[in-house]
């Protein structure tokens, strides 16, 4: 199992699930904006990765699964 590129599913994931409503519809544009712009704000307020880079984080997963079955 190779987890180097997890964070690009996972964002992908994260898109859709906004881009998706506000395409079929359930969502309203302004809903969409309003959407986005909440991500943006919460994100302007975190540190962002200053100590881990994120492709160590995505790799990280395989050996915590590893350990709780072994364990």
Not at 15 to 26: D, I, N, Q
Not at 34 to 49: F, K, Y
Not at 55 to 70: K, M, P, S, Y
Request: cysteine-free; overall charge neutral; proline content about 4%.
């Amino acid at each position: 199992m190779q987890g180097d590129l997890l964070w690009v599913y996972e964002g992908l994931t994260e898109y859709l699930g906004k881009v998706l409503p506000a395409r079929s519809g359930l969502w309203t544009p302004a809903d969409f904006r309003e959407s986005i712009a909440a991500v943006a704000a919460e994100m302007d307020n975190q540190s962002g990765r200053n100590w881990r880079p994120l492709v160590d984080t995505a790799t990280a997963v395989q050996f915590t699964i590893l350990r709780r079955r072994a364990g």
